[in-house]
């Protein structure tokens, strides 16, 4: 499974930087539940749809390019960090990293808590 687990992941990432978010949402179950770490929790793909959409309104359709550093597989779970750009909340292009961790049940992701944390620009303290 772990292989298996890891593919969904790069669908997960590729999904986003093609701004299919369709995909995505195939990948989960109905009653996923993402946490965005210091953001709350979304209960259900309708309610995660709603939540992408105000969030594409106020940053502008920029997805993230999306670049893994590496994935921790256990028995139902995948870690996966890495570094991302996408634009930030003033609409600039930024660079973030990242930590996700997707929780699997009957080959969807069930359970995803997203840590996301603003890379300091050179020079910047």
Known sequence: MSQEFTE????VDAAFADNKMEDFYALCADDIEWT???EGTQ???DSIREWMKAATEDCGPSFPS???TRMIVDA???ASYGTMSMKDEDGNDAG???CDI???????IAKLTSFVVKA???GEK
């Open 8 to 11: 969904i992941v790069r669908k």
């Open 36 to 38: 965005m770490a210091g």
């Open 43 to 45: 209960k259900g793909k």
């Open 66 to 68: 999306i670049s893994p």
């Open 76 to 78: 139902d779970s995948v």
């Open 96 to 98: 973030f990293e990242y």
């Open 102 to 108: 997707y929780e699997f049940r009957g080959g969807l």
């Open 120 to 122: 300091k620009a050179d």
